[in-house]
C-alpha cells in the first residue's frame, strides 16, 4: 500500500514538473528530452529533434506527400488520390480536393464516392453530415427551392421592365393621338380638302375631260361619306394635281 502511494506521488511530481516546463516553450516549440525543440513548419517534416548543439532538423515534403500544419513528425502524409475529378491538386502544404464529374455531387468529405445531383432547374441540393468516423464524414442530399429573396428579385425585375414598357408605350400613343387631333382640328378648321376640291371642279370645265371630272366627283363623294383623316385627304388632293398636270 506504501509502495503505491509513493508510485502515484513520484508519477504525480514527474507530471508536475514536465507541465511546468513545458508550459515555458513558445507557442511553435514543444518541450523534448529536456528543453523546447522547434516545430517543424508547413510543407516539411521533422528529421532530427533539436540538441544542446543544433536546432531541430526538417526537410521539405517528397513529391505526392504534404504536411499543412506546424509539426514534429517524422515524415510527412500521402497525398489524396482522387478518382473522379481535381478541384484542387496536392502541394507540399495542402491535400488535394476532389470533386465530381458534372451532374454528380461527392458523397463523402473526401470525395472517394459521387451521386447523381437529381436536382431540377429552381432548385438546390441541402447537405447533411453523418460523421461516421475522426477521418471520415458522409453526406446525403435533399432538394430544395432556391432562396425566395432571390426568385423575388428576378420577378421584381421583370415587373420594372414590363411597367417601363407599358409607360413608354402610353406616352407614345398620347403623343400620337394629340398630334392627330391637332391635325384634325387643323383640318376642320380650314376645310381645306373642300374648298381645295370645289375650286379644282369648278375650273375643270376647260382642262378636264369627261373621265377626269368623273374621277374627281367620285373622289369628293367618297371623302364626304367616309372618315377620313387629314393624311389621306391631303394624298387625294396629290392625286387630283398630277391629273390635271
Known sequence: MISLRISLAVISA????TIVHAAGCEEL??????????KCPPGTYMKNHC??????VCRP?????????????????????????????????TNANCS????????????????????????????TEIVLDAKMIKYTYQCELLKEERRDGVDYIHVILGIGFVLVS???LVFLSYACMNNLKKYR??????????????????????????????????SK???????????VGLQFIQSVD
Open 170 to 172: 402610353l406616352t407614345l
Open 29 to 38: 516549440q514543444r518541450w523534448v528530452d529536456g528543453r523546447c525543440c522547434d
Open 61 to 93: 515534403c517528397k513529391e505526392g506527400f504534404y504536411s499543412d500544419q506546424y509539426n514534429m513528425f517524422d515524415r510527412c502524409e500521402e497525398c489524396r488520390s482522387c478518382l473522379y475529378e481535381y478541384a484542387e491538386k496536392c502541394q507540399k502544404t
Open 189 to 222: 378648321a380650314h376645310n381645306y380638302p373642300k374648298e381645295f376640291l370645289t375650286v379644282s371642279i369648278n375650273t375643270s370645265d376647260s382642262r378636264l375631260s369627261k373621265e377626269e371630272s368623273g374621277s374627281v366627283l367620285i373622289m369628293q363623294d367618297e
Open 51 to 56: 540538441t544542446e548543439e543544433q536546432p531541430t
Open 100 to 127: 465530381c464529374h458534372n451532374g454528380f455531387l461527392c458523397s463523402n468529405n473526401v470525395c472517394s464516392e459521387c451521386q447523381e445531383n437529381k436536382c431540377v432547374t429552381g432548385e438546390k441540393p441541402k447537405k
Open 225 to 235: 361619306n367616309n372618315s377620313i383623316g387629314p393624311l389621306c385627304l391631303e394624298e
Open 14 to 17: 514527474l507530471s508536475f514538473w
